[in-house]
């Protein structure tokens, strides 16, 4: 298999205040991973466990303070910012927590931002956007704004505008704290689905005990650093199988 | 493009509360400036027909000489053939009227006391063709058709001074053309003000002949020339000019604005004011632009780190906001051109002139174009 993202002894630390050199708190310390394509991985841990600065660091929005990462092969510390926007543009697709919709753009417009970024023709632009909104099941609702769709809707058009330009990657942060049951249940099967229908690639933080259900592999963060990564066999789906030890400590 | 356009668009109307005001202060900006750019306009307009109709005219013609040195004699430096120049002229396009003048100056008396005057003599058929009326205080203009006494207007100073009214007489003493002494008596028909006192404690007008009499001289200072309108001042002083060097003399044409020292004066300095107006206008006005685009940013900061996030180079989102700003901008000054067009269209409408009219005194012989 081809690996997507090679994450080599990475350590981020913040600084906690002005004086960036003093008080530095470690987010993240030493953590290695390596994800091949299409996979479904998730990144599990309490809150402050270094779950978003692992997804920032691997999704190029942040750079590490040592140790580096590597997508489809490529040093991402070499690249410039401008060099580091093009690969995220072309190479990653984002999910966020709180959907991130642009709100004023209809649902069929925000699915079509990334390929209009990428200066993709209008004819070509548009039928990948019926495309996608087909794959996440609304192409009813295309010509609707974010105010005017539900919690569940606005998460299944961000996952839409995720996948749309087909990256090699899709980080998917939290992506159903903000979900009811029903919503959330619909939305891990709508990526899970995309993952085997499409082969896409998918890391998601998340200590929702609903999304690690689905999860082949399970990666386990406390305190910045990786406690365990854990590979889910189909027959130990039940309660007292890895699954639930691993949501049970994630939680803990 | 398109798609940043129409998002720019939409983005601007998204708080609908805050770019309605936003869109006020810049049309109220830009309609201020309009008002107050018609009001100096329409007052420049003022200022220039007044100048025009209180005797300078739309062109004056003088000989050469008259600029180049000091008089030896008393209109040594006049026109000579000025019936002919003014047959000449009178054939021209545009020209409604021709005003020969003598400019001269002297001494008057009362029997008892005695000052000095500077004279204009005038046409009075000629000069009230063209609306160069002059400011009675008190008595009557002067009639070109008395056959008695030769008449004379005189400035309220004069008149103070010289403790005359209208119908009493002075004897007025001036150099002739050939260096001697002549004197007539006139009698006092109307009393002057002019509005400047320097001018009002020196000022008398009488009939050209009269004064071609006391001066001993067939010649005038200046042709005055009346045109149907302003703005063909150019024009008429184009086509008079070649016609001109045909004259035995040397002349000179002036326009009115290279005459109209005062006006030049008084329109440099309120273009100077409106120029300071506009300046602090367009500051408030950006002031209040950029605190709402600065709002809207720091209000859209996940949604900018969101477009970051998914590869949107930092320069288109750069342009977005400028965009915005175009949008706003354009719309601010959409709004305010109806806007200031609309109030402009109610005042003329209600009848309210700004300024008002009753501050030009003279009578307009031309309407604004």
Known sequence: MNEIVSVEAVTRRFPLNHDRTKNLVSALSEASLHVEAGEFLAIAGPSGSGKTTLLNLIGCIDQPTSGRILIEGVDTSTLSPARMSVLRREKIGFVFQTFNLIPVFTAAENVEYPLLIQGIDSRVRRERVAQALEEVGLSARANHRPDLLSGGERQRVAVARAIVHRPALVLADEPTANLDTHNATQLIDLMHGLNRRLGLTFIFSTHDARLLEHTERIVRLCDGEIQSDTQVQSNTLNEGGIRGQVLASSLS | ?369
């Open chain 2, 1 to 369: 493009m398109g798609k940043f356009l129409l998002l720019a668009f939409r983005n601007v109307f998204r708080n609908r509360r805050r770019t309605i005001m936003t869109l006020i202060m810049v049309g109220g900006g830009v309609a201020g400036l309009l008002l107050v750019g018609g009001f100096f306009a329409r007052m420049f307009w003022g200022l220039r027909e007044s100048t025009i109709n209180d005797g300078l005219g739309h062109i004056q013609i003088f000989t050469a000489e008259h600029f180049n040195r000091e008089e030896k004699h008393v209109l040594d430096t006049g026109i000579d053939n000025w019936r002919q120049v003014a047959a000449t002229i009178q054939a021209g396009r545009h020209v409604r009227g021709i005003a020969p003048r003598i400019e001269f100056n002297g001494m008057l008396s009362n029997g008892v006391k005695s000052g000095v005057f500077m004279g204009s003599a005038v046409d009075p058929v000629a000069e009230n063709s063209l609306g160069f009326t002059p400011r009675l205080e008190s008595g009557r203009d002067l009639d070109s058709k008395s056959g008695g006494e030769i008449e004379a207007l005189i400035g309220a100073g004069v008149a103070r001074s010289m403790n005359v009214k209208p119908g009493d007489g002075l004897t007025l003493l001036a150099v002739t053309s050939d260096g001697a002494l002549n004197g007539i008596d006139v009698q006092v028909v109307g009393v002057v003000n002019t509005g400047f006192k320097e001018m009002d404690d020196r000022y008398l007008r009488i009939t050209l002949p009269s004064a071609q009499r006391l001066l001993q001289s067939d010649r005038v200072t200046n042709l005055v020339v009346g045109l149907d309108r302003t703005e063909n001042t150019d024009m008429v002083a184009a086509e008079l000019t070649p016609s001109l060097r045909g004259q035995p003399q040397q002349l000179v044409l002036k326009k009115w604005i290279d005459l109209a020292a005062y006006y030049k004066q008084v329109r440099s300095l309120f273009s100077t004011i409106f120029v300071f107006l506009g300046v602090i206008v367009f500051f408030m006005v950006l002031m209040s632009s950029v605190n709402t685009l600065l709002m809207t940013m720091f209000e859209r900061t996940r949604e900018i780190g969101t477009m970051l996030a998914m590869g949107t180079p930092r320069a288109w989102i750069m342009s977005l906001f400028i965009l915005e700003a175009i949008v706003l901008g354009v719309l601010g000054a959409i709004v305010g051109v109806a806007g200031g067009n609309l109030i402009g269209f109610l005042l003329n409408h209600a009848g309210i002139h700004l300024p008002p009219q009753s501050l030009w005194p003279s009578t307009f012989s031309t309407s604004p174009a």
